[in-house]
């Protein structure tokens, strides 16, 4: 199991989606989102198609700002 699909399921089993998107929404998020084919990440999801998430996620997360948005998630639940 990567590590995205990990965080993934802690996310949803403590039910803190609704704090991911406080931050996903932020202007810092909202400027990766510009960075990231957000449908091309989509339909890689749908399908299950693990290397371009992987791909596409490593393209952001090499920024600053992805490692900075990775730090603020990970502050706000608790995993500093």
Known sequence: M???ERMSKELFK???A???NKVVNSAEGK???SMVD???LKKAV???DNETVNR???QFLSTDEGKSLVKKI???FGNK
């Open 2 to 4: 990567s590590d995205f």
């Open 14 to 16: 403590s039910k803190k």
């Open 18 to 20: 609704g704090e991911l």
């Open 31 to 33: 400027k990766i989102g």
């Open 38 to 40: 957000g449908n091309a």
């Open 46 to 48: 749908a399908e299950g």
């Open 56 to 58: 596409i996620l490593g």
């Open 74 to 76: 990970s502050e706000n």
